[in-house]
Every structure is written in structure tokens, then in C-alpha cells.
């Protein structure tokens, strides 16, 4: 149980376009849904959190009209990449938590990696 | 503000030889700490958790980790080395006064193992 699916596991897009990314929950209600960034060999920082029917919530220094984030359901978030360019190239993560706030487990997706051009 | 740090980027370690990845946290409150692993390519995989009850936590494949209050610390370690434990070791805290759900990582530690 408890699995998240990514999709696509790798893109690769040109500067100055957009790109969508999307983060499942298989089997399980995710109340909060998380996204975060990777760097080559660098730990994960989280970008935002978003709860289902509600404006996501991005840390500091995350541009939030550049990485639009959509939780319409209790199994779909969307993370869109608008006018790409190459330094948003990176590994994106999501991650699902289906119980109340004091839960502390989240589940992990298997990433995509952006590649931008 | 809670952070913790991985005091070894790399560790390597022989077949079959003990394992201990160093993870020291900082935090205000009572903290909520984990181990997560990641496999090349693949998502992150929860080894195990400390949310305040035994300070020696068990988690899958053999892993443990003691929550020691007096030295900020939260040892991953593993009395045998397998082949397939090769991988990245995040060490993960989380607490009340940054809300439950946010999950502070560390730098992470790759483990290598040799035949």
C-alpha cells in the first residue's frame, strides 16, 4: 500500500516552454501532497505544500507564478514548470500524506527529472 | 529552526561489516526524526521513525537507530552490510515548531559496499 506514481519519469523540454508534471496517490487519499527539488548530489528541498482544494503553500525564495501547483483531488497533484529554463533543470519529488496534521509520514514518488534545453 | 546534519558524505563499508551513518540534529521542541533511503533512479523509502516513544527504533532490513537526547544524535546502523544496502542515506527531522509534515533533510550520506 501507500504508493505514489510520477509521471513522466524523465522530460526534456526546450527553454521557454512549459512543463507539467504529475504526482498520483495508487491506493490511498492524499489530504497533503508535497513537492520538492533535488540537485545533483544535493539533499531534497521542499518547494511547496498544497492541500486538496486549496491554494498550495511554496517556501521562501520559490517562485510561485513559475511553478504552478494544482491539487484538484484527493489522488492528483500537478506541478507545472512555466517558461523553463535551463537552471530549473533538476530531479522533482512528490510526496503524499493521507492522515490529519499531526501525521508525520509522507510517501515518496519516484521522481521526474527535467532536463531543459 | 530544525536542521540536522550528516557528518560523512560517503561511507564505505565491506560485505558483511557493520554499518553506522552519523546524523546529529538540532531543534527547539521535541523532534520527529527519520531515515529514508534512495535507490538510483527510485523514490525515497522510509527506514524508520522516532516520534517519542522507545529511543531504540527497529526498522526494515535490518536497520536501527538510537535517539540520544544528550548528544543531538540519531545513528543509523546495521550490524551486517549487504550488497544491496548501497544507496543514499537521508537523515530527516520534522517538528512542532515548523508543523508536523515539514520534513527538513539532511545533506545525505552514499553508502558504498565492496564485495
Known amino acids: 500500500g501507500a504508493v505514489v506514481s510520477q509521471h513522466p519519469s524523465r522530460v526534456i523540454c526546450k527553454s521557454g516552454t512549459s512543463v507539467k508534471i504529475e504526482c498520483r496517490s495508487l491506493?490511498?487519499?492524499?489530504?497533503?501532497m508535497f513537492w520538492y527539488r533535488q540537485f545533483p548530489k544535493q539533499s531534497l528541498m521542499l518547494m511547496a505544500t498544497?492541500?486538496?482544494?486549496?491554494?498550495?503553500?511554496?517556501e521562501q525564495g520559490v517562485e510561485k507564478d513559475k511553478f504552478l501547483i494544482n491539487h484538484a483531488s484527493l489522488t492528483l497533484s500537478t506541478l507545472t514548470v512555466t517558461s523553463a529554463h535551463p537552471e530549473d533543470s533538476s530531479f522533482y519529488i512528490c510526496?503524499?500524506?493521507?492522515?490529519?496534521?499531526?501525521?508525520?509520514?509522507?510517501?515518496f514518488g519516484p521522481g521526474t527529472r527535467l532536463t531543459v534545453t | 529552526a530544525q536542521s540536522v546534519t550528516q557528518l560523512d558524505s560517503h561511507v564505505s563499508v565491506s560485505e558483511g561489516t557493520p554499518v553506522l551513518l552519523r546524523c546529529n540534529y538540532s531543534?527547539?521542541?521535541?523532534?520527529?526524526l527519520f531515515w529514508y533511503v534512495q535507490h538510483p533512479n527510485k523514490g525515497l523509502q522510509l527506514l524508520l521513525k522516532?516520534?517519542?516513544?522507545?529511543?531504540l527504533v527497529k526498522g526494515i532490513n535490518g536497520f536501527e537507530a538510537e535517539f540520544k537526547k544528550s548528544e543531538t544524535s540519531f545513528h543509523l546502523t546495521k550490524p551486517s552490510a549487504h550488497m544491496s544496502d548501497a544507496a543514499e542515506y537521508f537523515c530527516?527531522?520534522?517538528?512542532?515548531?515548523?508543523?508536523?509534515?515539514?520534513?527538513?533533510f539532511g545533506t545525505g550520506t552514499r553508502l558504498l559496499v565492496s564485495p
Open positions: 510526496s503524499a500524506s493521507s492522515e490529519g496534521a499531526r501525521s508525520y509520514e509522507q510517501y
Open positions: 491506493d490511498f487519499q492524499a489530504t497533503t
Open positions: 498544497s492541500n486538496e482544494g486549496s491554494k498550495a503553500t511554496y
Open positions: 531543534s527547539s521542541y521535541s523532534p520527529s
Open positions: 522516532y516520534t517519542s516513544a522507545a529511543t
Open positions: 530527516v527531522v520534522s517538528g512542532k515548531n515548523t508543523g508536523f509534515q515539514k520534513l527538513v
